[in-house]
């Protein structure tokens, strides 16, 4: 697609639930972004991918997150056993390059807005 | 570990009039790209203006333009010649340059109302 895309776009849920985030990145875009943005904050970076594999997951809260990218394109972001503070918008964004050896430019979908009650 | 500080939560400025948003950083290390990124109520998340550290000259994008002051760790953004649809958050974002791999951080926001 012409940009990045995010579904679903809003998804509500019930404490303990698992739910699973889509993203699908700008073709021919190899560097593909996890964020998390909670409620009047900037976004914090989760995970990234390069290709297939997870290059730096450190940003992962917990083990009940867990993203994966099978095919070097789609990426999803699973939550196990949710939680109310889990509760965010989470955004994805890819670029053409490793970031911080391309032009530093990322490419952000329009995220999935993910509320725990 | 390097941190954005965005100190203005919110700010307003007449249609056709010139806002600076600031921002500070805080880093050890020498090669970077600082940014700034406009989140209108879509959410999707648009980059304005980027600027390597190497650098000396100030980046400018049309109306937007920064002044950036390594020494001080300083990077604000002017937006000239404001019009409504510039209305948004705004966020002051870092990334390290030349590592095996990077990941942007933000500051909080700064939210910008744009009157008629």
């Known amino acids: 697609g012409a940009g990045v895309s995010q579904t679903p776009s809003n998804k509500v849920t019930e404490k303990g639930k698992y739910v699973e985030l889509r993203c699908d990145p700008i073709?021919?875009?190899?560097?593909l972004y996890w964020y998390r943005q909670s409620l009047g904050q900037g976004p914090e970076f989760l995970i990234y991918?390069?290709?297939?594999?997870?290059?730096?997951d450190s940003g992962l809260p917990n083990d009940r997150f867990f993203a994966v990218r099978p095919e070097g394109s789609v990426s999803t972001l699973k939550i196990q056993r949710t939680e109310r503070g889990d509760s965010a918008v989470y955004l994805c964004?890819?670029?053409?390059?490793?970031?911080?050896?391309?032009?530093?430019?990322?490419?952000f979908g329009e995220g999935s807005r993910l509320t725990v009650l | 570990a390097q941190t954005v500080t965005q100190s203005q939560p919110e700010m307003s400025v007449q249609e056709a009039e010139t806002v600076t948003l600031s921002c500070t950083y805080d880093?050890?290390?020498?090669?970077?790209?600082l940014f700034w990124y406009k989140q209108p109520p879509s959410r999707q998340m648009i980059l304005v203006i980027r600027?390597?550290?190497?650098?000396?000259q100030n980046a400018t994008e049309n109306r937007f333009s920064v002044n950036f002051q390594k020494a001080a760790k300083s990077f604000s953004l002017k937006i000239s010649d404001s019009q409504l649809g510039d209305t948004a958050m705004y966020f002051c974002?870092?990334?390290?340059?030349?590592?095996?791999?990077?990941?942007?951080?933000f500051g909080k926001g700064t939210k910008l109302s744009v009157k008629p």
């Open positions: 964004a890819s670029s053409a390059n490793n970031l911080a050896r391309g032009t530093g430019e990322l490419f």
């Open positions: 073709s021919g875009h190899t560097a």
């Open positions: 991918f390069q290709g297939t594999g997870a290059a730096d």
């Open positions: 880093t050890s290390e020498n090669n970077y790209y």
């Open positions: 600027q390597e550290a190497y650098k000396q």
């Open positions: 974002a870092f990334t390290l340059y030349g590592g095996s791999q990077g990941n942007l951080i």
